[in-house]
T-cell receptor, first 114, second 112 residues
Framework: EPEVTQTPSHQVTQMGQEVILRCVPI?????FYWYRQILGQKVEFLVS????????KSEIFDDQFSVERPDGSNFTLKIRSTKLEDSAMYFC????????????FGPGTRLTVT | EDQVTQSPEALRLQEGESSSLNCSYT??????LFWYRQDPGKGPEFLFT???AGEEKEKERLKATLTKKESFLHITAPKPEDSATYLC?????????????FGKGTKLTVNP
């Protein structure tokens, strides 16, 4: 069964460093998303991406964040200068069709900022 | 602003003891309500999508129902492997938003 994959599974970085989280969405999906979940809190939407453009972003997704689809299979989230409060699980999701349609989530990358 | 409230926060059942989880929502024009299962340290696993009041969907021991203000996830004769956190999420129509708005989840523990 096709699935979303994410690498790395765990990333430890120092405050102020740049990190890139990588995702490979399901191959025939066209809509891509990033969410995050701070420990013990709700899953929160960050950004949606379609046709090589951001289609929607949340207030969390400020200038420190960027997304890119560098080739036909990868989808990346970059955090330019990490802060302690960026520590969270980051989930990539993809969907075959536009809303409302189910989004399939990857296993997540645990980001720890020290 | 779209909101989702799930109750109870945690539920302990004995194997075979049926129960229901609640998801109350407020949304400007519901486009879809989604149920996911999340195991510790893992990503949400899709279970169901419901689109309109009165709709029901079933999968093995799980059945999801939807009204205009809430959704229920009924678990019939649960097994220990059903232990997980169950998440409810909504997608509203405001501005053509694609984002899912999640509740905090109900942590289900099924004891053998």
């Amino acid at each position: 069964e096709p699935e979303v994959t994410q690498t790395p599974s765990h990333q430890v970085t120092q405050m102020g460093q740049e990190v890139i989280l990588r995702c490979v969405p399901i191959s025939n999906h066209l809509y891509f998303y990033w969410y995050r979940q701070i420990l013990g809190q709700k899953v929160e939407f960050l950004v949606s991406f379609y046709n090589n453009e951001i289609s929607e972003k949340s207030e969390i997704f400020d200038d420190q964040f960027s997304v890119e689809r560098p080739d036909g299979s990868n989808f990346t989230l970059k955090i330019r200068s990490t802060k302690l409060e960026d520590s969270a699980m980051y989930f990539c999701a993809s969907s075959e069709r536009r809303t409302p349609y189910e989004q399939y989530f990857g296993p997540g990358t645990r980001l720890t900022v020290t | 602003e779209d909101q989702v409230t799930q109750s109870p926060e945690a539920l302990r059942l004995q194997e075979g003891e049926s129960s229901s989880l609640n998801c109350s929502y407020t949304v400007s024009g519901l486009r879809g309500l989604f149920w996911y299962r999340q195991d510790p340290g893992k990503g949400p696993e899709f279970l169901f999508t419901l689109y309109s009041a009165g709709e029901e969907k079933e999968k093995e021991r799980l059945k999801a129902t939807l009204t205009k203000k809430e959704s229920f996830l009924h678990i019939t004769a649960p097994k220990p492997e059903d232990s997980a956190t169950y998440l409810c999420a909504v997608q509203g129509s405001r501005g053509g938003s694609e984002k899912l708005v999640f509740g905090k989840g109900t942590k289900l523990t099924v004891n053998p």
